[in-house]
């Protein structure tokens, strides 16, 4: 365990045991949604991308992902969940109903908290942690139709 100080939050985090958890073979989704946002993964700005690195969260394998439909500056909006081994030890968790200024940062065009894992909701956890959620608008780069 190591701790690290991202924006607003002091985490404990266990970045070997992420970087195991993205590792394991896991079915990729192939709905046009999850691909264009896979495809998107490969172009996400390098301080997005950094946040993953430290983290040691594959981009292209979230947890969950719901997609909203396109806005209307063309951009498509996503709320992603990506698994994470770590807790909080200083600042605000998000929640779902509740995002503000306070549990929240924003870092390009990608806003993003932590939430508490409920153990419970998922068996195939290697331990209890944190998700790291984001909510984006990311423009649509597959030909396939949306
Ligand atoms: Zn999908």
Redesign the pocket.
């Known amino acids: 365990m190591q701790k690290l100080q991202l924006e607003k939050w002091l985490l404990e985090v266990d970045v070997g045991r992420t970087r195991e958890y993205y590792k394991q073979d896991q079915e990729l989704?192939?709905?046009v949604?999850?691909k264009n946002y896979r495809e998107a993964c490969t172009q996400m700005d390098s301080q997005i991308k950094d946040v993953f690195e430290t983290l040691g969260i594959d981009p292209t394998k979230p947890d969950l992902?719901s997609e909203f439909g396109e806005a209307e500056d063309g951009l498509h909006l996503y709320m992603v969940h990506y698994y994470l081994a770590a807790s909080l030890v200083e600042g605000k968790y998000c929640l779902d109903s509740d995002w503000t200024s306070e549990n929240t940062a924003i870092l390009g065009n990608f806003t993003f908290g932590f939430a508490e894992v409920d153990p419970s909701e998922k068996d195939d956890l290697p331990m209890s942690g944190l998700w790291l959620e984001f909510e984006s608008k990311i423009p649509w780069i597959l030909h396939d139709p949306q």
């Open positions: 989704c192939n709905c949604d999850c992902l």
